[in-house]
């Protein structure tokens, strides 16, 4: 038990005990604080303010813990230690000391309190990594695959020159359109090449076919105007009729006549 005589003279002299409280409260750091940077339990670095040594580890420890506080608080390490040792009730003394002077270490990483610092689990911060690494990993293969893809372009079918003759063939008498494929039917049979005009007013897909089987436009074009001249009758392909306006020799063609849905496939000839 602690010394009643000598608690109350060494708080009455102001040595020890009312020194470190007063030298902490003159640096205004509270008692969680203090122990927070020691490693040290606040209720040992109380019993040492007040002097309730029996609430503290052995001499030795409680010796250090003393010593380290008074470092923290810029006080003399030995004037503390000799205050300590002056007021330590010899009952509470171990019955060998081999080596009082010396200065221990406080163990206060085994005695420190939860809620002092925060703990990180090496292992979670190992994990959080991993799944950090795994998210980008997964989202450039996302982003790789989007930019292999590749439009869906109409093609326009091949088809021979007698099969585009028969099939895209205006019967100038009644200007029927022929049943292999849907014709306009704009003036008298041409064998000589016909100019096509193509207006783009936004991106789309073309195809036009001679009838030679030449390609004279084909796949995803930009918006702009577009000349193309051949042998007609010409076998076109429109992905979006919306955006293409279609002339053959300067006279309008009607797109939407030919079109299922936006999509236009179908035979012209002059």
Same mark, same amino acid.
């Given at each position: 038990?602690?010394?009643?005589?000598?608690?109350?003279?060494?708080?009455?002299?102001?040595?020890?005990?009312?020194?470190?409280?007063?030298? !902490?409260?003159?640096?205004?750091?509270? $008692?969680?604080? /203090? +122990?927070?940077? *020691?490693?040290? #339990?606040?209720?040992? =670095?109380?019993?040492?303010?007040?002097?309730?040594?029996?609430?503290?580890?052995?001499?030795?420890?409680?010796?250090?813990?003393?010593?380290?506080?008074?470092?923290?608080?810029?006080?003399?390490?030995?004037?503390?230690?000799?205050?300590?040792?002056?007021?330590?009730?010899?009952?509470?003394?171990?019955?060998?000391?081999?080596?009082?002077?010396?200065?221990?270490?406080?163990?206060?990483?085994?005695?420190?309190?939860?809620?002092? !610092?925060?703990?990180?689990?090496?292992? $979670?911060?190992? /994990? +959080?990594?991993? *799944?950090?690494? #795994?998210?980008?990993? =997964?989202?450039?293969?996302?982003?790789?695959?989007?930019?292999?893809?590749?439009?869906?372009?109409?093609?326009?079918?091949?088809?021979?020159?007698?099969?585009?003759?028969?099939?895209?063939?205006?019967?100038?008498?009644?200007?029927?359109?022929?049943?292999?494929?849907?014709?306009?039917?704009?003036?008298?049979?041409?064998?000589?090449?016909?100019?096509?005009?193509?207006?783009?007013?936004?991106?789309?897909?073309?195809?036009?076919?001679?009838?030679?089987?030449?390609?004279?436009?084909?796949?995803?074009?930009?918006?702009?105007?577009?000349?193309?001249?051949?042998?007609?009758?010409?076998?076109?392909?429109?992905?979006?009729?919306?955006?293409?306006?279609?002339?053959?020799?300067?006279?309008?063609?009607?797109?939407?006549?030919?079109?299922?849905?936006?999509?236009?496939?179908?035979?012209?000839?002059?």
């Amino acid at each position: 038990m602690t010394n009643p005589l000598s608690t109350n003279q060494s708080n009455a002299q102001g040595s020890f005990g009312a020194m470190l409280q007063q030298a !902490r409260k003159n640096k205004q750091v509270s $008692l969680e604080e /203090a +122990a927070g940077e *020691l490693f040290i #339990l606040k209720r040992h =670095l109380q019993a040492l303010e007040s002097e309730s040594f029996s609430e503290l580890p052995q001499a030795a420890f409680a010796r250090g813990f003393a010593i380290n506080y008074a470092k923290f608080l810029g006080l003399d390490p030995a004037k503390v230690a000799s205050s300590f040792d002056s007021v330590y009730p010899n009952e509470l003394k171990p019955r060998s000391m081999n080596n009082t002077e010396s200065l221990l270490r406080p163990m206060g990483t085994l005695q420190r309190d939860n809620r002092s !610092r925060i703990r990180f689990n090496p292992l $979670l911060v190992i /994990a +959080a990594i991993a *799944l950090v690494v #795994l998210a980008v990993f =997964l989202f450039r293969m996302v982003t790789n695959a989007s930019k292999d893809e590749q439009p869906l372009t109409p093609v326009a079918e091949e088809v021979t020159a007698s099969e585009q003759t028969q099939g895209a063939a205006l019967n100038s008498v009644d200007n029927s359109v022929g049943a292999s494929g849907s014709a306009l039917n704009l003036g008298a049979a041409d064998t000589e090449n016909a100019s096509l005009q193509l207006k783009l007013t936004d991106a789309a897909s073309v195809g036009v076919i001679d009838a030679t089987g030449t390609s004279l436009i084909s796949g995803e074009q930009i918006e702009g105007d577009y000349q193309l001249s051949g042998q007609p009758p010409f076998n076109i392909v429109i992905d979006n009729i919306d955006n293409v306006d279609l002339s053959l020799n300067q006279q309008p063609v009607a797109l939407e006549q030919y079109a299922t849905g936006k999509k236009a496939s179908f035979a012209l000839t002059p």
